[in-house]
């Protein structure tokens, strides 16, 4: 129940335009490379290889939080999609005056239909699981949230075995 309100308490938080915290200029790069080791381990239980490709020293006016919290979120998803033994893609590149990150994950495709569904409140696609696993649905809503803040986009396809989170956040 904690989880629940402090997802909600940090939803509420972001969606309030009154509550921006301060930006900076920070070089998203290595934040990215930290975050991904801070779920290595997580990783390494169910026999997932973390590939990463980073572009180097790609900088960004953000909060280290809002960057930290997009992609625990969809590392944490990609890790709890995985097959075991199969591997998760972290990709930050730079094109054109967005930066975009992408979170590729070896599992089952979401289904089209459900593909919007997912970045709304309280959404789950298998309510069963989640419910046992104390998952609410908030997690890509708060994610999305924050991508927004930034004025940029977040989707998901799946193409070649892959389930992919596309972030693009304008520079």
């Known amino acids: 129940m904690n989880k629940l309100i402090n997802e909600l308490l940090m939803l509420a938080k972001i969606e309030n335009i009154d509550n921006i915290r301060e930006l900076e200029e920070i070089n998203i790069s290595k934040e990215i490379e930290i975050i991904i080791s801070m779920f290595e381990s997580m990783a390494y239980e169910k026999e997932i290889n973390i590939e990463s490709h980073i572009k180097e020293d790609i900088m960004l006016k953000a909060s ?4 930290e919290h997009i ?10 999609h995985t097959e075991n033994k199969k591997q998760i893609i972290v990709e930050l ?6 930066i975009i ?5 070896y599992g089952e ?5 459900e593909r919007e569904k997912i970045f709304e409140r309280f959404y789950r696609i298998d ?3 989640n419910r046992k ?3 609410y649905g908030l997690g890509l809503a708060i994610a999305s949230s924050t991508v927004k803040k ?3 986009k977040i989707e998901v396809l799946y193409k070649d075995h892959f389930t992919i989170f596309k972030v693009s956040i304008p520079n």
């Open 127 to 129: 309510k069963s699981r």
């Open 133 to 135: 696993e104390k998952r």
């Open 71 to 80: 992609l625990s979120t969809l590392l944490d998803n990609a890790i709890k």
């Open 93 to 98: 590149n730079k094109e054109k005056n967005d």
């Open 109 to 113: 495709p979401i289904p089209d239909d």
């Open 150 to 152: 930034y004025k940029g």
């Open 101 to 105: 990150i992408q979170v590729k994950n």
């Open 64 to 67: 280290k939080e809002d960057i």
